[in-house]
């Protein structure tokens, strides 16, 4: 059984940092894919970034380019954003995601990633 548990959200200042982890269980996630995507009010879910199985691969979306940073850590199946310079726009939920099998990272859309955590809140206040 795969879990995928998300912390580390919270409220925010705008321009402070927050680091969002996704502790993985169920399998060794060593050898997939993993990424974020968020969810903000009355919105659909929107990519975020991702890292490949090795992580020597990371794609980001456009408005957070510069100032997040996605990075993960095979041996405790753990995958983080680290997320600086944030905006009030930026407030969403987050969710970690993970795509079977080897994986490049670059899956832009929802529906191609296989499990997904419950999420965790991020407020950003102006």
């Known amino acids: 059984h795969v879990q995928l548990v998300e912390s580390g959200g919270g409220l925010v200042q705008a321009g402070g940092s927050v680091r969002l982890s996704c502790a993985a269980s169920?399998?060794?996630?060593?050898?997939?894919?993993m990424g974020w995507f968020l969810q903000a009010p009355v919105k659909e879910r929107e990519f975020v970034a991702a890292i490949s199985w090795s992580g020597a691969n990371a794609y980001y979306t456009d408005s957070v380019k510069g100032r997040f940073t996605i990075s993960r850590d095979n041996a405790k199946n753990t995958l983080y954003l680290q997320m600086n310079s944030l905006k009030p726009e930026d407030t969403a939920v987050y969710y970690c995601v993970i795509k079977n099998g080897y994986g490049s990272g670059w899956y832009p859309f929802a529906e191609q990633w296989d499990y997904w955590g419950q999420g965790t809140q991020v407020t950003v206040s102006s």
């Open positions: 169920g399998r060794t996630f060593s050898t997939y894919a």
